[in-house]
């Protein structure tokens, strides 16, 4: 990205702020993005407005199946929300830039924390399909991210510490949720992959060996840029499917969806007693 890329960002940015701005009045602190089968945490939200993607300049599409493509306004746990039903994935072709442009916008919008959840396969044998993890720490095997080329020092700094991406004190908040409503949530290691295909046997060993106990092909992209403006983060993953490679089955997105809506009350649960407690 050369130094004129990081003034055309910036128009960019403000032209799709200004839209979003003329949409709604609401300049909420809370930033959720909800991921694949999750986008129903939507139906506990009082909308107050919503904008379709398209409609704003600038921003990509989702082109996933299950993602609607919305920005959300409203309240979720007491608290003034905005929530991307949909994100933007490496693999559909977009870039990191792309990707991460609607944290860079909404976050001039007023966003200072973000709930980012995700599907992905469970590694960890203790794990089972239609659980929930709260994200620890994170290994990022996509190949990119969006803070490579000249950094635009307005958002961040160049060399951004990474050493607690999942804020802490959001963790203990969220482990303490759990065990007052009786919800099981593992902790551990999130790793993004580009994907779009699933892995095959050695490639999960060598992640679980690498110290990961999920895999998936998102989120990280977006914790990066939050964490380079500042922000506070809280990450909540569904295990979708069972990646254990003795015993590997194949599975299909019917399936996915299927343990993502198993997993989504849990989830769902856990983020409004969060937000209710901030």
């Not at 959001?170 to 295909?197: C, D, T």
Request: aromatic share 6%; with cysteine; charged share 25%.
């Amino acid at each position: 990205m050369a130094l004129d890329s990081i003034e055309l960002f910036r128009e960019k940015r403000d032209e799709a702020l200004e839209f979003i701005q003329s949409q709604t009045n609401l300049r909420p602190n809370y930033m959720l993005i909800l991921g694949t089968g999750l986008g129903q945490l939507a139906d506990e939200m009082d909308i107050v407005d919503q904008v379709s993607y398209d409609q704003i300049p600038h921003f990509p599409v989702s082109t996933v199946e299950s993602h609607a493509g919305k920005l959300l306004f409203g309240t979720l746990g007491g608290k003034e929300v905005v929530a991307m039903q949909g994100r933007f994935h490496f693999y559909e072709g977009y870039t990191m830039q792309q990707i991460v442009f609607p944290i860079r916008v909404l976050k001039e919008n007023g966003a200072d924390t973000l709930f980012v959840s995700n599907a992905c396969g469970g590694m960890n044998p203790q794990y089972r399909s239609g659980e929930i993890m709260l994200i620890s720490d994170h290994i990022n095997l996509l190949g990119d991210n969006p803070l490579i080329g000249p950094n635009d020092d307005e958002l961040g700094p160049r060399f951004p510490d990474m050493s607690d991406p999942y804020t802490e004190r959001l963790r203990e908040i969220a482990k303490n949720v759990a065990l007052e409503e009786s919800i099981p949530m593992h902790q551990g290691v999130y790793v993004a992959v580009s994907g779009p295909m699933l892995e095959t046997k050695a490639e999960y060993r060598f992640l679980r060996l690498i110290g990961a106990d999920v895999v998936g092909m998102s989120t990280i992209p977006e914790v990066i840029s939050a964490v380079h403006m500042g922000m506070d983060v809280l990450g909540i993953s569904a295990i979708t499917d069972e990646c254990f490679p003795d015993a590997l089955e194949p599975v299909n997105i019917e399936d996915i969806l299927e343990a993502a809506s198993m997993a989504e009350p849990k989830m769902t649960k856990v983020i409004i007693r969060v937000l209710e407690k901030l």
